[in-house]
């Protein structure tokens, strides 16, 4: 013991007499050594992307996340219901139009929104310090972390309307707080980070580099923000070039869509992904949430949590399940019902064991469970972990056919009705239906296809929000001030009052 402080005497001394040092730490890798090479850049981006991955994550060390993004984007909606005898109760919050600004997912996504943005400036802002880089890499690399940059302010903006925007890495304590930018601002610079994007990435990558963003993909968020900012001439123009000679095409099946053996294909214009297969069986640690951040991005518990509950075969939660009011949405004959909805008479899919048996409506509520990215297709050894309760298949977050309908919305707000209906028509055919001919209520008929074709994807509330339809949707449920998502109260109390909190909470 005496030598053990001797020791520590020894070094506190010297750390006295040899102050100017420059120390690092031995035990990990700093900021100031790491961003040299090619490899140590690419890192850095990649960590910017697990910040996406992060929204379905699962923790017990930070805020006890499980899978909040799920319940922000299908609770809120009319798509989905939360279970009455399984959901936790931020899903049923949430299902109930209450929003807390001390709830869970709303502290969970913008924490992982602004630490995404972070990690994209702090890529940003070590391109100028000495490197290894040659230009062209210094281009490309600058060009994917404003893509990256864009993509979390615009999913910032539309969950808040006017949060803060931040374009430098923040090191003064005294200025970390930030106010709420304005709307005008946001779009300024979310549009500017897209275009930079689109013209400094490549239009594809190997096959080592797959799913990174590309200029196609830029070019295609330029057109959806300015959807979201209602300059439709400018979303016009970016999506006829996608459309006319993008490298895209629309799967022939739907199926095949969300395959986890069909991953970025031609139809996906931008998808998160997942890896694996792994043999961890922790769920807890599949993401960079925990300190075992050595074991990230492994896997997305889609099956844990979406998976039938109420004594179901597999033990899963089923906290959300499809609503009848969706089902009712489905006209006869539509294709995309069976790989979109469990309902009776069906043949459901279940791990632990893997076999097919007859969906029971006992197992929901609803008597309903999830059934996108499950089903035969999916529901696999190859996707899942050894227990059976995640699974690796990547999150197809815009793909050409929702690209298509915002098209057409832009088409039919300046009054190109007949361009538009070509686009919903391309949409319907797949799923087995006939073309929609004149005359015909085309915004209405855009807004069901939309509904339908992207169904549990997470687009239904910003489109219910954005098109402005609470009211229709929810009826007396519904108040204007859910528009906006509360910023959490945290960041507020934290913020010392320089971030104000939306109208109404």
Not at 423 to 431: F, G, L, V, Y
Request: proline share 4%; charged share 25%.
């Amino acid at each position: 013991m005496k030598k053990i402080l001797l020791a520590l005497t020894s070094l506190f001394l010297l750390a006295q007499s040899c102050n100017n040092l420059d120390l690092e730490p031995l035990d990990r890798v700093t900021e100031n050594s790491f961003y040299k090479t090619k490899a140590d850049f690419d890192g850095g981006v990649f960590a910017s992307y697990a910040s996406i991955q992060k929204f379905w994550g699962l923790s017990t060390e930070t805020l006890g996340e499980r899978g909040e993004y799920w319940k922000l984007s299908l609770a809120t909606t009319d798509d989905v219901v939360a279970d009455d005898l399984t959901a936790d109760q931020r899903s049923r919050n949430l299902d109930n139009l209450l929003f807390d600004p001390f709830a869970v997912p709303f502290q969970s996504l913008y924490s992982m929104i602004y630490e995404g943005i972070y990690r994209a400036n702090l890529v940003i802002d070590k391109l100028d310090d000495e490197n290894e880089l040659s230009a062209d890499q210094k281009t490309q690399l600058e060009a994917e972390a404003k893509f990256l940059r864009a993509w979390f302010h615009f999913q910032a903006m539309k969950m808040w309307g006017t949060p803060p925007l931040v374009t430098e890495v923040l090191r003064d304590l005294n200025s970390l707080a930030q106010p709420n930018a304005t709307e005008d601002a946001l779009f300024t610079q979310i549009l500017s980070d897209f275009n930079d994007a689109a013209n400094g990435l490549p239009e594809s990558w190997d096959d080592a580099n797959l799913g990174r963003a590309t200029a196609w993909a830029a070019k295609a968020y330029v057109g959806k923000v300015n959807v979201w900012k209602e300059d439709w001439q400018a979303a016009i123009t970016a999506f006829e070039d996608i459309v006319q000679n993008g490298p895209f095409q629309l799967q022939a099946d739907y199926v095949e869509v969300f395959a986890f053996d069909n991953e970025n294909n031609s139809e996906s214009i931008f998808e998160i992904q997942f890896g694996g297969p792994f043999s961890d069986d922790n769920l807890w640690v599949f993401d960079d949430i925990h300190s075992e951040a050595f074991k990230a991005t492994q896997g997305i518990a889609r099956t844990n949590i979406l998976d039938a509950g109420n004594g179901a075969p597999g033990g899963k939660n089923g906290w959300l399940a499809p609503s009848q009011d969706l089902l009712a949405a489905y006209e006869p004959g539509d294709l995309r019902r069976e790989v979109t909805i469990y309902a009776e008479g069906d043949m459901y899919y279940t791990t632990t064991p893997y076999e097919a048996i007859p969906y029971d409506p006992e197992w929901s509520s609803s008597d309903l469970t999830m059934a996108k990215y499950r089903g035969a297709r999916n529901v696999v050894p190859a996707n899942h972990a050894p227990h059976g309760q995640a699974d690796f298949n990547n999150e197809r977050w815009l793909r050409l056919a929702e690209l298509k309908l915002l098209y057409a919305e832009a088409l039919i707000e300046e009054g190109r009705d007949a361009e538009a209906l070509t686009q919903i028509n391309d949409i319907r055919r797949r799923a087995g239906l006939a073309d929609l001919a004149a005359p015909v209520d085309i915004t209405e008929a855009m807004r069901q296809e939309k509904r339908i074709e992207l169904a549990l994807e997470p687009h239904r509330w910003f489109d219910i929000t954005r098109w402005g339809i609470g009211a229709e949707v929810f009826g007396d449920r519904w108040d204007d001030r859910l528009n906006l998502f509360p910023f959490p109260q945290s960041e507020i109390d934290r913020s010392g009052g320089t971030l104000n909190q939306n109208t109404g909470y």
